[in-house]
């Protein structure tokens, strides 16, 4: 059941408004996670562009939307967090995952799949180390990586799978309601993000980021009185 109301768009105005533009502009939509959170609108403001600009494919990231999904989905699957999981199957076949790999990820049929190349089934692997906690004493995987990314992409993959560990236990923690499948759906016209659009929400932020106490307060008291539970 779910833990928190949401924050709709129709009961906020100005920046937080704006802020809401922003989370369609780069995540395709403002999924239930991002109606949640924004309890807490400061960290949320902070997390957007990151949440972004890791998980999607763009000019600056070495890696492509469709390996990010991958350990995404394995992640997700690992964590057992449904919500996640659903959107990202969702993103995953935007990014070319079939639905057979979908199905391979959730056990460890994917080692034998013909379709996953060898580097992406290392770094499903990798995931799910990550996930569980073993890759620090797992040198044998680590080797494995290292012959087929570069230090940086390691990096950006580590990052990936790390980040959605945290999404995953935010989820489940508030348990976030998953919305219907047509709302789903829209993350799929996300995979691709144009930096351009970070850039403008980042210039946007930085305008308007407050200096004294006082303006912190204002929004976080907007947060909660905009807050309603389903009815």
């Not at 999607?56 to 390996?67: E, F």
């Not at 995953?168 to 351009?196: C, H, Q, T, W």
């Not at 932020?205 to 303006?215: G, K, Q, T």
Request: hydrophobic residues 40%.
């Amino acid at each position: 059941m779910q833990r928190l109301p949401k924050i709709e768009r129709e009961n906020i105005s100005g920046e937080f408004d704006e802020f809401y533009g922003a989370v369609t502009q780069l995540l395709g939509r403002v999924p239930n996670f991002y109606r949640t959170i924004s309890h807490a609108p400061w960290y949320v403001m902070l997390l957007l562009g990151f949440n972004a600009s890791v998980q999607r494919q763009w000019p600056g990231s070495r890696m492509s939307g469709r390996i990010k999904e991958l350990m995404v989905i394995k992640t997700s699957h690992t964590n057992g967090c449904n919500y996640c999981y659903a959107h990202n199957t969702a993103l995953g076949q935007a990014a070319g995952i079939t639905h057979e790999e979908i199905i391979e990820l959730s056990s460890d049929d994917y080692l034998q799949s013909e379709t996953l190349s060898p580097g992406e089934k290392v770094a499903v692997r990798w995931a799910e180390a990550v996930t569980k906690n073993t890759a620090a004493g797992d040198d044998a995987l680590f080797e494995e990586m290292k012959k087929h990314f570069t230090n940086g992409e390691i990096v950006e993959l580590t990052m990936v799978s790390a980040m959605f560990n945290m999404i995953n236990r935010l989820n489940d923690s508030l348990a976030v309601p998953i919305e219907l499948e047509d709302e789903i759906n829209l993350i799929k016209r996300s995979l691709d993000m144009d930096p351009a659009k970070v850039g403008t929400y980042l210039h946007w932020l930085a305008d308007f980021w407050p200096e004294d106490a006082a303006a912190f307060q204002r929004m976080n008291a907007e947060a909660e009185k905009a807050a309603t539970w389903e009815t």
